[in-house]
């Protein structure tokens, strides 16, 4: 059982060879890289409980999952369809990037009101959609901010979204073979970003040499007085999760983030280096772009037609 994610299951042998399981609740699903051992798994698990094999995996859990040689594409098309269907959207204009750069969003909006549920409900949905669409999940993680008292520019903001959805409704990430699979990351924050509390938002954004794996987008717990402390809260953030997840996001003292980054990379555990402001992909989860650069990021993170 993986210390870190309990429902993930991987078995492995001293000739290489392995076998990983990922449960949830009554449905599983199970790759590896030997056919015997996914065949032996198989046939325990029948023999153990009353099971049906599906083949392949093409849907689950509202993930399209499409598999050609040497390559595999995921997306949430049916479920971005429903969504905009629930929402009544599947008509509107389409636009091409889910948030205006020059937006600037607060709490202390002295607009009209809208319907906290609705708003919510829309923000939820939308959150869901990241687990394949990173492309949304700055202006996602910046709506979800107001869910308590939302306005009307918050909602404009969220229906900017659905139109952006609904031009790049046929979008998912590609997963293709690579010789060489090498773990890289990028990190950043928008130093004092926020307009209501000045605090600053981080982002990274994790590869092995084709489509991204993890990504996320999150305001940090506290006001970083210079863009070095900002971006070392993002690194220690991300540089968490190749050591040890249990590591205090929290922790107010820069000292301590200083100090945990430090000893990564003096352990040969990760090896940081400088990224030109042009270059790093990790904007998108910091900062709303200009059409040109989140293309470009876009298409770098994997993201892409299906």
């Known amino acids: 059982m993986c210390p870190y994610e309990h429902a993930l299951y991987v078995k492995e042998d001293k000739y290489g060879k392995f076998l990983i399981v990922s449960l949830y609740v009554d449905d599983l699903l199970f790759t590896g890289n030997d056919k015997f051992l996914c065949d032996d798994f198989k046939n325990s698990m029948k023999e153990e409980f009353e099971m049906s094999d599906m083949g392949l995996i093409h849907y689950f859990l509202g993930i399209e999952v499409n598999q050609n040689e040497g390559e595999i594409v995921i997306s949430q098309q049916k479920y971005a369809h429903d969504l905009l269907k ?3 959207m599947e008509n509107a204009s389409p636009c091409n990037t889910p948030m205006d750069a020059n937006l600037k969003l607060c709490k202390d909006d002295i607009g009209e009101a809208v319907d906290p549920s609705l708003y919510r409900s829309l923000v939820g949905s939308l959150m869901y959609l990241t687990a394949t669409r990173p492309d949304i999940l700055f ?28 031009g790049t409704i046929n979008f998912g990430i590609y997963y293709k073979k690579v010789s060489e699979s090498v773990m890289f990351g990028f990190c950043d924050s928008d130093w004092g970003g926020n307009v209501d509390d000045h605090k600053s938002t981080s982002g990274y954004v994790f590869s092995m040499g084709s489509g991204v794996f993890s ?7 506290v006001v970083a007085l210079s863009t070095t402390e900002a971006e070392y809260i993002s690194l220690a953030a991300a ?7 249990v590591f205090h996001e929290r922790s107010k003292h ?13 352990d040969g555990e990760v090896i940081v280096k400088y990224c030109k402001t042009q ?6 989860f910091t900062k709303a772009l200009k059409f040109d650069l989140f293309v470009e990021f876009r298409g770098k993170l994997g993201v892409a037609q299906v």
């Open 86 to 88: 629930k929402f009544r």
């Open 215 to 221: 990504w996320t987008s999150k305001k940090q717990s």
């Open 239 to 245: 540089g968490s999760l190749s050591k040890n997840p």
């Open 279 to 284: 270059d790093q992909v990790a904007d998108i």
């Open 139 to 166: 202006a996602v993680s910046m709506l979800s901010r107001f869910m308590t008292n939302p306005k009307r520019s918050h909602w404009e903001a969220g229906k900017r979204v659905l139109r952006y959805i609904l």
């Open 254 to 266: 820069i000292r301590i983030k200083y100090h945990f980054i430090r000893d990564l990379v003096k």
